[in-house]
C-alpha cells in the first residue's frame, strides 16, 4: 500500500497498523496514547465555546478487562516472541488483573506493530505519565531491545497546586527508543 505523506486514518490504530501500514514506512513515531488517567476527554469543535452543543465525547481514559482486552493478553501470552509471552505473563501474575494490567496489554499489542512500522534509522517517542512508565520501559526494553533505549526525556511544568503531604506530580515522561543502533538523530533541529 502507498501512503502519501499527511495521510490521516481515524479509529483504533491497532486495525490501522495491523491492516493498512506497511513494513518500515516511518521515520519517526511519537505517542501520547491516554495515560490511564480515569477520566473522559471531549473535543471542542466551536473555538471559544464551552457549552455541551460545541463538545463531543473524544474518548475515555479508562481501560477494563473487556472482552478485546482479553483476546489480547491471551494472544500476548501465545506470542511467538517468547519474551513478550513471558512479560505479559509475569507482569499479570505481579499487578493482577486490574486497569493497570488492561492499560499495559493494550499498550503492548500495539507497540509491537510500531516497532514493525518503523524504519531501520527510526526512532520512537512515548510520552506518558510516572504511574505507568516504568512499566512500559521494560515492555519496551523487551520489544526494542534494551540497547536500542536511547533517552528518558522528563518534561516539567508548574501547573497546579503544591502537594501537603507529598512532593507535586509535575512531571511526563517521554521514553526515547531506536529500531536499530543506526538511527537518524539531529540535534541541530530539535535544539533551536
Excluded at 25 to 39: A, Q, W
Excluded at 77 to 90: F, G, M, V, Y
Aim: aromatic share 14%.
Amino acid at each position: 500500500m502507498n501512503i502519501s505523506n499527511r495521510t490521516l486514518f481515524f479509529g483504533d490504530n491497532l486495525k490501522i497498523l495491523q491492516e493498512r501500514i506497511p513494513d518500515e514506512s516511518f521515520d519517526l513515531i511519537y505517542l501520547d496514547p491516554p495515560f490511564n488517567s480515569n477520566r473522559n476527554y471531549n473535543v471542542l469543535f466551536q473555538e471559544g465555546r464551552v457549552d455541551s452543543s460545541a463538545q463531543i465525547h473524544a474518548f475515555e481514559d479508562t481501560w477494563e478487562w473487556t472482552d478485546d482486552t482479553v483476546r489480547l493478553f491471551n494472544e500476548l501470552k501465545q506470542h511467538p516472541n517468547p519474551k513478550i509471552a513471558i512479560l505479559i505473563h509475569s507482569l499479570a501474575e505481579f499487578i493482577g488483573h486490574n486497569e493497570m494490567m488492561a492499560y499495559l496489554v493494550n499498550m503492548t499489542a500495539r507497540l509491537m506493530p510500531l516497532h514493525r512500522v518503523l524504519k531501520p534509522t527510526g526512532s520512537l517517542y512515548l510520552h506518558c505519565d510516572p504511574t505507568s512508565s516504568h512499566y512500559l520501559k521494560v515492555i519496551l526494553d523487551v520489544i526494542f531491545g534494551v540497547k536500542n533505549f536511547q533517552n528518558e526525556i522528563v518534561w516539567c511544568y508548574e501547573l497546579g497546586a503544591r502537594g501537603k503531604k507529598r512532593w507535586a506530580r509535575k512531571h511526563d515522561t517521554i521514553l526515547f527508543y531506536s529500531k536499530t543502533e543506526h538511527f537518524y538523530f539531529d540535534w541541530k533541529s530539535v535544539a533551536t
